[in-house]
């Protein structure tokens, strides 16, 4: 339990506890909703990277090589419930997950093109200057 404030003037306070930020972590993951489907169409056409056989060529010129400038799709899903643990100079997560990839043929099949586990952790530092929240997230391994 954390001590709060003695409030000098009205305000409005705050406290979300490793429990119930795991526990909403858990309902989210159980429930489906860490899952996000990204097309060609999705992407800015200025995005660096097009969801297209061309530009994974790079990556995979075997790709490009079978189904030349097709489009395709990335579904990216957590493979596991991230886990948040909280510290006093920092927040920090792991988060387990997977990107697959699939291209788009012209009759709307998916051909799987590959997949990739990524695991992560990560730390956030919150900062409040004056009036302004913000703060730092960095990949610590």
């Given at each position: 339990?954390?001590?709060?404030?003695?409030?000098?003037?009205?305000?409005?306070?705050?406290?979300?506890?490793?429990?119930?930020?795991n526990s909403a972590a858990f309902v989210y993951f159980t429930a489906g909703a860490l899952r996000r489907?990204?097309?060609?169409?999705?992407?800015?056409?200025?995005?660096?990277?097009?969801?297209?056989?061309?530009?994974?060529?790079?990556?995979?010129?075997?790709?490009?090589?079978?189904?030349?400038?097709?489009?395709?799709?990335?579904?990216?899903?957590?493979?596991?419930?991230?886990?948040?643990?909280?510290?006093?100079?920092?927040?920090?997560?792991?988060?387990?997950?997977?990107?697959?990839?699939?291209?788009?043929?012209?009759?709307?099949?998916?051909?799987?093109?590959?997949?990739?586990?990524?695991?992560?952790?990560?730390?956030?530092?919150?900062?409040?200057?004056?009036?302004?929240?913000?703060?730092?997230?960095?990949?610590?391994?």
């Open positions: 339990p954390t001590a709060l404030l003695a409030a000098q003037e009205p305000m409005v306070l705050l406290a979300i506890t490793e429990f119930v930020a489907n990204i097309s060609a169409d999705t992407l800015p056409r200025r995005f660096p990277l097009q969801l297209k056989t061309k530009s994974m060529g790079q990556f995979s010129p075997k790709l490009q090589e079978l189904y030349p400038d097709r489009p395709m799709e990335l579904h990216l899903s957590a493979r596991q419930q991230p886990l948040l643990s909280c510290h006093p100079d920092a927040l920090h997560g792991a988060l387990f997950g997977s990107a697959e990839a699939f291209v788009m043929l012209p009759n709307a099949t998916r051909v799987p093109a590959f997949l990739l586990n990524i695991d992560a952790n990560v730390t956030g530092k919150p900062t409040i200057t004056g009036n302004r929240l913000g703060g730092t997230v960095s990949l610590t391994g």
